[in-house]
């Protein structure tokens, strides 16, 4: 629990200190952030429709939720 999540945070920064950082850490980084992605996609391609019935999220509002999604960051783009 906690110590994935501060996984995922750490992942998340590592954006910034791959600026300030050796070739050695950049590189570790990288591997971190392509394991994080590996591992995602590997529990949802093996866990994905268990953890979608348990949340009894549909394809069709699935669908409407990344259409709404959708909407906002296109009209946050237009106020830019």
Do not use: P
């Not at 950049?26 to 348990?54: H, M, P, Q, R, Y």
């Amino acid at each position: 629990g906690t110590y994935f999540t501060t996984w995922v945070l750490k992942n998340l920064t590592m954006v910034q200190d791959c600026f300030m950082s050796s070739k050695y850490n950049i590189k570790v980084s990288i591997f971190e952030n392509i394991l994080t992605g590996l591992i995602t996609l590997i529990l949802f391609a093996v866990a994905g429709k268990f953890i979608f019935d348990f949340f009894a999220i549909t394809i069709h509002s699935l669908r409407v939720v990344g259409g709404i999604i959708f909407f906002i960051a296109g009209y946050d783009m237009l106020q830019a």
